[in-house]
């Protein structure tokens, strides 16, 4: 799968052990923090840098130099060479994305592996909300499992959005810039792989 054209800032894998609900400190159980201060490096201390293939460094929301990634949907990503936590159930994926077009199938972030027929983990992108059909729908997609319909859509191109999947106690929850979707699911993903270059950012 390949986004059209994407800029993502500051992505964000936090894995609550425990629960998921709010933390009183944001480091509490992060297993990966993105910033793209210059670099995909981890900023979370755990190590868990990327590798930036073909993305372009450009301006974040605040329009400040070098603090974001621009992905052209044909080959740029950012890759991993590890999955940072083979956590199933009591997770957060978090990011700001910029949808270029509001006609798109890809993967914004993913934790796992999926080449579009096999897959595992969880990843979160833009489709019809259906499938691996175009659109401008938040989707979540357990490879192997199911893709999840967040019921939200993308309505303006060149505007940042944040975008979180949130699973927590069995039940899997979507959130755009702080408000919750209308859909979710207690449908389970399976274990993320341990293939190499398997998670990735913006593809």
Do not use: C, E
């Not at 800029?7 to 992060?30: K, V, W």
């Amino acid at each position: 799968m390949k986004l059209r054209s994407l800029t993502l800032s500051t992505a964000l894998l936090s894995i609550f052990l425990t629960s998921a609900s709010a933390q009183s400190f944001l480091t509490n159980g992060l297993v990966a923090y993105y910033p793209f201060n210059g670099n995909a490096n981890d900023a979370s201390g755990n190590g868990n840098n990327g590798t930036v293939n073909g993305a372009i460094l450009t301006q974040d929301r605040f329009g400040i130099a070098n603090t974001a990634y621009s992905f052209n949907g044909i080959d740029n990503y950012v890759g991993f060479a590890s999955v940072p936590t083979s956590q199933v159930d009591n997770w957060t994926m978090s990011a700001w994305l910029k949808p270029a077009s509001l006609n798109q199938l890809g993967i914004a972030v993913a934790l796992g592996y999926n080449d579009q027929y096999n897959g595992d983990g969880h990843s979160i992108g833009l489709s019809s909300g259906t499938g691996a059909v175009t659109g401008n729908q938040l989707f979540g997609l357990f490879g192997g499992v199911a893709w999840v319909n967040s019921g939200f859509a993308f309505t303006s191109t060149n505007q940042w959005y944040q975008v979180v999947m949130l699973r927590s106690s069995g039940i899997t929850t979507f959130y755009v810039n702080g408000t919750t979707t209308p859909n979710t699911t207690t449908t389970s993903p399976d274990r993320k792989s341990t293939r190499l270059n398997s998670s990735h950012l913006g593809i």
